[in-house]
């Protein structure tokens, strides 16, 4: 008997997306599955639709709460699973129809705790880009250990910061789940979850469609001292990580840290808010570990100008930034 894999869907007002989404999860070629859509207080017919979606399939479970947000959204799913391995799917994305028995191979195969696998951001226009493409071959698997993924992943190789587009034994839930953040919640889990994980198979191919909305929560001018989230959250990683002696993997984080700090800076300056003690506490962080980003060859040539520039104050780079990137 294979294990049974319970996916975890969050849904707040997406009619027009989440039966796309769905149908890509019933299709599966791997078919021992729990759907769990939890229906996050929705104004529109979403939970109507995911009622509807229940009575097409056993395998669906459907859940009702107040509006509280995707991290409560997956937590109360967390709570309630039967699955021995867990994956997370967006409400507006889909996953080609292996996608979980790839995932699960993965596993099975190399005896890792987690798997990944490559995606494609679909934009406005329907075109798509592909994402992490690690090697010619998409049947190829690349094994790493948590401290090496997250390496990897500080530099944006090997993986993504999503906890979609992955696969988890259920015993890194077992006290582990989605903080109170409003962005940034995805990249808190799967850093505690590769921190957990004695193996983790990275796939080259793939096999999640995430879609991209013009007026997301991240494209959002009013949205934009959320992104402040992302700057809590590099403060919690430094404050319990346990590989911050490993020279190579501390460049790695500081290089992520110091190139999220520059981008929520930049987006603070649209807030309607001043923000200053926010400000200042960024402008801490960027002179603190600009130095080990400036001297890093592997950090992208962008984020150790924009240090370098820094040197010279907040005013001359966003003089720069506003007439050259921007």
């Known amino acids: 008997m294979t294990p049974l ?13 989440i039966e796309r989404c769905v149908e890509s999860l019933v299709g599966q070629s791997y ?4 759907i769990i859509l939890v229906n996050d207080g929705s104004t529109d017919n979403s939970g ?9 399939d056993s395998r669906i479970i459907v859940i009702h709460q107040s509006n509280a947000g995707v991290s409560k ?13 867990v994956t997370f799917v967006d409400g507006d994305d889909y996953v080609s129809p292996d996608f979980i028995e790839t995932l699960y191979n993965a596993i099975s195969s190399t005896g890792a705790d987690i798997s990944t696998c490559g995606h494609f951001r679909v934009n406005y226009d329907g075109t798509m880009i592909r994402v992490y493409n690690n090697s010619d071959d998409d049947n190829e698997i690349i094994t790493l250990d ?13 993986c993504s910061a999503s906890s979609g587009s992955k696969l988890y034994n259920k015993k890194l839930f077992s006290s582990l789940r989605y903080p109170d953040y409003v962005m940034g919640e995805d990249t808190f889990v799967v850093y505690h979850a590769f921190r957990q994980a004695s193996l983790i198979a990275h796939t080259n191919k793939p096999l999640y469609y995430y879609i991209q909305h013009e007026m997301s929560v991240t494209n959002k001018k009013s949205n934009y001292f959320k992104f402040y989230d992302y700057v809590r959250l590099y403060d919690h990683i430094l404050s319990c990580d346990e590989f911050l002696n490993n020279k190579d993997y501390f460049l790695a984080l500081a290089n992520r840290l110091i190139e ?6 930049m987006k603070l300056r649209n807030c309607t808010g001043m923000y200053l003690l926010e400000k200042k506490h960024i402008e801490a962080n960027i002179k603190k570990y ?6 890093n060859p592997l950090a992208e040539p962008r984020v150790r100008a924009a240090c370098m520039l820094s040197y010279g104050g907040m005013k001359t780079l966003n003089f720069v930034y506003d007439k050259i990137i921007n």
């Not at 078919?31 to 729990?34: G, L, S, V």
């Not at 948590?146 to 090997?158: C, E, R, V």
């Not at 600009?290 to 001297?295: E, F, G, L, P, T």
């Open 48 to 56: 109507v639709i995911c009622d509807n979606l229940k009575n097409t």
């Open 5 to 17: 894999i319970s996916i975890i869907i969050p849904v707040y007002n997406l009619e027009n997306h």
């Open 290 to 295: 600009r130095k080990y980003v400036i001297n």
């Open 31 to 34: 078919q021992n599955i729990e």
């Open 260 to 265: 999220n700090n520059f981008w929520v800076y």
């Open 146 to 158: 948590g401290k090496n993924s997250l390496k990897n992943m500080f530099y944006g190789k090997i």
């Open 73 to 85: 959204a997956r937590n109360n799913a967390l709570d309630i699973m039967y699955g021995d391995y």
